[in-house]
């Protein structure tokens, strides 16, 4: 079975400040994997994705994330957090025909210092 | 993006009585939605995949006949919880997928916060 690990509970940065989310996952086959975040109260919200190919992936918000299968990671970065960017951010790896079926981590809680 | 609703947004119900919470895909065709429950402070757990026109798969551990699923339209699936008590407290939220392709993504609802006095 799929899982995948967050090893960061909470992690504070300061506005400007470079961020980089960790998330280590376990599956058998070509992962499809997933950052999603949750501002507080609210649903889940896409910041991106991948597949396959290019293992540098762009998402929206100034994010990105680096699939690095030899360590079974997709790390989550930022050159510049703003405020807004506070927020729970989830990794997901997903499995079962298409990938539909999504395993979450634990979730990261991110604060940002003014 | 596709947008996914969910209603109500919250809802306060007495031990014993049942709950409905809707879930819609807004701006396209859903053949598949996924309904998940969230713990505070948790992570989500999937509870059961709805697929259009036939009947939910259950996740292990998750009672079907308490939690009834019905997901008659391409754009509407519900989630019942049938004779709720306090331990169904939770945050409830629905997913859905575009039909087609190869690890299509999941676009969330903005969830349903279920209090069970």
């Known amino acids: 079975a799929q899982s995948v690990t967050q090893p960061d509970i909470h992690i504070t940065v300061s506005e400007g400040a470079s961020l980089e989310l960790r998330c280590n996952y376990s599956y058998g086959a070509t992962p499809y994997l997933f950052w999603y975040v949750q501002s507080p109260g609210q649903g889940l919200q896409l910041l991106l994705k991948y597949f396959s190919g290019d293992t540098l992936v762009q998402g929206i918000k100034g994010f990105e994330a680096e699939f690095k299968r030899s360590q079974s990671s997709f790390n989550l970065r930022k050159p510049s957090v703003h405020w807004s960017d506070a927020a729970e951010y989830f990794c997901a790896v997903g499995a079962g025909g298409g990938g539909n079926k999504l395993t979450f981590g634990t979730g990261t809680q991110l604060k940002v210092e003014l | 993006g596709a947008v996914v609703s969910q209603h109500p947004s919250w809802v306060i119900c007495k031990s014993g009585t049942s709950v409905k919470i809707e879930c819609r895909s807004l701006?396209?065709?859903?053949?598949?939605m996924f309904w998940y429950r969230q713990f505070p402070k948790q992570s989500l757990m999937l509870m059961a995949t709805s697929n259009e026109g036939s009947k939910a798969t259950y996740e292990q551990g998750v009672e079907k006949d308490k939690f009834l699923i019905n997901h008659a339209s391409l754009t509407l699936s519900t989630l019942t919880v049938t004779s709720a008590h306090p331990e169904d407290s939770s945050f409830y939220i629905c997913s859905a997928r575009e039909p087609g392709g190869r690890g299509d993504t999941q676009y969330f609802g903005p969830g349903t916060r279920l209090t069970v006095l």
């Open positions: 701006d396209f065709q859903a053949t598949t």
